[in-house]
């Protein structure tokens, strides 16, 4: 486990790595609940509905005990906006309830800057809750707030922790880092993560005068400052200190900032051009001291006087916390996972196996030579390319219905991923199954299968032009890779991929559910072109000797065989299928398929294909976190610059644009009219 934990470090960015949440905000904890930015959701609204739709998940799960002596029916750590919201619903559900808070109330409003603007956005998003949201500022979010909770009278407590959980027979029992305990049926975490700072940890961070919040920008005035971060809350803060007269200095790993908002970015640039803030590019703290910040650049390490640091480089999961009361990780790797994958795989390899080697009974065809001539199982009429193609169609429409109701719920392109999937449906029942197998195997029966080499060419499918292919086939195979592919790719991309293909439709429908497990870590991105180059080059340069030393005649080479056995078999079927439900659907296509790169290297060079952002990014990462070809989308979003197939391998799947709370993403058409995106539904 270990191992492979370590891999997974590598492949996946450590922030990308969020608590295990089921649909109805359950852990992996049974009876425990998780809501807010904990879980992942992105902004306040979101939050608020999170809240509200724990507690009713809560209350049906306290439906399901028998009867308690329990002295409260759920506890609610945490008085953000999703504790709140669960306070507001417990309380007209009649259930008994605390909030337990380790701070202040609202402390995550009251961790934002004076005067910070709130903004109620988002038009997917329902406020099913009676807690109050609307465009304002801090101070006038925590005024209405303060008035409801007293209003409403709602039972908080401040000053507990949550330390660890006892399962009962009937419930929990919480414990507080106060020594204090309680008793529930269940409960509902909503700490979020801003109490949970991302810590430099270097020497001196741990001085009193270094701080991972800014609360109130005065009283620095003509102190030197140093603020460490790049992205909104460390630029925010840099800004209102410069306002307030500090000397400030900030200090950002990359050579600009692009993690922010268009706002900001455009004020903290003219604060550094007028002097009022000295930015240190490409730079990182390595020692704090009572006078000094000591930066790293390249080789070279110099000192900023400064007698206030704020780190500001964001927040993470409270780990520790959660483990203590059992509750998981994605991607975090045991035994059981372990013999998961392993089980997943040798079914897939059983599966592939049996339809590639069921024909024959020697020793190389184990296992199947156990069995003899296995094929011989099926009644005669049921060839084996029947029963393939029918497992692998009722596949596609079986777990396609569901994905298409998914991101059918987001109204931003809702027509574009119905679409979508009923072109997934038609190309594998029809172009992939039905008409090869049921009428163009009656018209020519020993050249059908080069069908598949017109609907999924040259260089996915290899053998299309091998062993003497009729010049019509050989004719059509070569306008399907040299003609359409091209064409396609101009105005599409690699939309091929997500809309056509027989492995994209398998990833888009049954490795739906499992798309956030894409790798998306620094390491996963630079061994891709790589990887898929050698793939590309492989293909490429076996058919090419094939073809010049053999003429395309006679049985394959052991080169060829080799390839077909490596990259058909074992790389697009039994690897690529079998890591679906550990690394998403798209191990196959983003690093192993050479028509994918070649189509890339296409659309790269001419393609039309875009998806462009706005200005409307808050960096939540909803984008990157559903993108099963692991782009950083929300990195682009920033910048304010498209994602295409120059600067990444996308698919034109469209999941980025549906998930965006902020419609700031579009795949060419008009952004939504700026009226009816602030305004609340």
């Known amino acids: 486990m270990g191992v492979l934990n370590a891999v997974t470090r590598f492949l996946i960015a450590e922030d990308g790595?969020?608590?295990?949440?089921?649909?109805?905000?359950?852990?992996?904890?049974?009876?425990?609940?998780?809501?807010?930015?904990?879980?992942?959701?992105?902004?306040?609204?979101?939050?608020?509905?999170?809240?509200?739709?724990?507690?009713?998940?809560?209350?049906?799960?306290?439906?399901?005990?028998?009867?308690?002596?329990?002295?409260?029916?759920?506890v609610i750590c945490g008085s953000g906006p999703a504790g709140l919201a669960a306070a507001l619903e417990a309380k007209i559900k009649g259930l008994k309830y605390v909030v337990l808070e380790k701070n202040a109330f609202a402390n995550t409003i009251k961790s934002f800057p004076l005067g910070k603007k709130i903004w109620a956005r988002s038009e997917q998003v329902n406020l099913e809750s009676a807690l109050w949201l609307d465009n304002c500022t801090r101070e006038e979010l925590l005024e209405k707030w303060s008035i409801l909770a007293k209003e409403e009278n709602l039972t908080i407590e401040y000053g507990q922790e949550l330390k660890g959980?006892?399962?009962?027979?009937?419930?929990?029992?919480?414990?507080?880092?106060?020594?204090?305990?309680?008793?529930?049926?269940?409960?509902?975490?909503?700490?979020?993560?801003?109490?949970?700072?991302?810590?430099?940890?270097?020497?001196?961070?741990?001085l009193d005068h270094v701080k991972h919040l800014l609360l109130d920008p005065h009283g620095y005035q003509e102190k030197d400052v140093m603020v460490v971060g790049g992205?909104?809350?460390?630029?925010?803060?840099?800004?209102?200190?410069?306002?307030?007269?500090?000397?400030?200095?900030?200090?950002?790993?990359?050579?600009?900032?692009?993690?922010?908002?268009?706002?900001n970015k455009k004020e903290i640039e003219a604060n550094i051009q007028k002097g009022s803030i000295k930015a240190y590019y490409k730079t990182s703290p390595t020692f704090i001291s009572d006078t000094h910040v000591t930066l790293h650049s390249g080789k070279d390490s110099f000192q900023i006087t400064s007698k206030q640091v704020f780190v500001l480089v964001g927040a993470e999961p409270p780990k520790a916390l959660l483990n203590r009361v059992g509750v998981r990780f994605?991607?975090?790797?045991?035994?059981?996972?372990?013999?998961?994958?392993l089980s997943v795989t040798a079914l897939v390899w059983m599966f592939y196996a049996f339809f590639k080697w069921g024909g024959g009974d020697s020793l190389n065809e184990f296992p199947f030579s156990l069995l003899g001539k296995s094929w011989e199982v099926l009644p005669s009429w049921l060839v084996p390319g029947i029963v393939k193609g029918a497992l692998y169609t009722a596949l596609v429409i079986v777990f396609g219905i569901p994905a298409l109701k998914r991101w059918r719920r987001y109204p931003r392109i809702k027509n574009y991923q119905t679409a979508h999937f009923l072109v997934i449906f038609f190309s594998q029942a029809f172009l992939l199954f039905i008409i090869p197998e049921f009428i163009i195997s009656i018209i020519d029966p020993g050249n059908y299968w080069r069908f598949y080499g017109i609907i999924l060419p040259f260089p996915l499918l290899y053998e299309i032009f091998f062993y003497s292919p009729p010049v019509l086939w050989l004719i059509l195979c070569a306008v399907a890779a040299f003609v359409v592919i091209p064409i396609f790719v101009y105005w599409h991309g690699?939309?091929?991929?997500?809309?056509?293909?027989?492995?994209?439709?398998?990833?888009?429908?049954m490795g739906d559910p499992f798309r956030?497990?894409?790798?998306?870590?620094?390491?996963?991105?630079?061994?891709?072109?790589?990887?898929?180059?050698?793939?590309?080059?492989?293909?490429?340069?076996?058919?090419?000797?094939?073809?010049?030393?053999?003429?395309?005649?006679?049985?394959?080479?052991?080169?060829?065989?080799?390839?077909?056995?490596?990259?058909?078999?074992?790389l697009a079927s039994v690897i690529g299928v079998g890591t679906y439900f550990f690394f998403g659907g798209r191990i196959w296509c983003r690093y192993l398929c050479p028509l994918a790169h070649y189509?890339?290297?296409?659309?790269?060079?001419?393609?039309?294909?875009?998806?462009?952002?706005?200005?409307?990014?808050?960096?939540?990462?909803?984008?990157?976190?559903?993108?099963q070809m692991g782009i950083e989308v929300m990195k682009f979003a920033l910048k304010g610059e498209?994602?295409?197939?120059?600067?990444?391998?996308?698919?034109?799947?469209?999941?980025?644009?549906?998930?965006?709370?902020?419609?700031?993403?579009?795949?060419?058409?008009k952004f939504p009219n700026e009226e009816n995106y602030i305004k609340e539904k």
């Open 516 to 570: 956030h497990y894409a790798p998306k870590g620094n390491g996963s991105r630079r061994i891709e072109k790589p990887v898929m180059r050698v793939i590309l080059v492989l293909a490429v340069v076996s058919a090419l000797a094939y073809f010049l030393l053999q003429g395309g005649k006679g049985p394959g080479p052991w080169y060829v065989k080799t390839y077909v056995y490596m990259v058909d078999f074992w």
């Open 642 to 669: 498209s994602v295409n197939n120059k600067n990444s391998s996308c698919i034109g799947c469209g999941v980025c644009v549906s998930v965006c709370p902020m419609d700031n993403l579009t795949m060419g058409k």
């Open 231 to 263: 992205g909104n809350s460390a630029v925010e803060a840099a800004n209102t200190l410069a306002a307030n007269n500090a000397r400030v200095s900030i200090s950002y790993r990359q050579d600009s900032f692009f993690r922010v908002t268009p706002e």
């Open 165 to 206: 959980v006892l399962e009962t027979k009937t419930g929990f029992k919480i414990q507080t880092t106060s020594g204090t305990e309680f008793s529930c049926g269940a409960i509902i975490i909503a700490t979020g993560k801003r109490g949970n700072p991302r810590k430099l940890n270097i020497p001196g961070e741990d």
């Open 17 to 74: 790595q969020r608590p295990l949440v089921k649909k109805n905000h359950e852990s992996s904890r049974s009876g425990i609940f998780l809501a807010g930015d904990l879980a992942g959701t992105p902004t306040l609204k979101t939050s608020i509905k999170d809240g509200y739709q724990a507690l009713r998940s809560a209350e049906q799960w306290l439906k399901t005990k028998t009867q308690s002596s329990e002295d409260i029916d759920v």
């Open 494 to 509: 690699k939309r091929f991929c997500s809309w056509v293909c027989g492995c994209g439709c398998l990833a888009e429908t």
């Open 599 to 627: 189509m890339r290297v296409l659309s790269a060079w001419y393609s039309k294909f875009r998806i462009k952002p706005a200005e409307r990014c808050i960096g939540c990462g909803e984008c990157s976190r559903y993108c």
């Open 330 to 341: 994605e991607n975090q790797w045991s035994a059981r996972r372990v013999l998961g994958l």
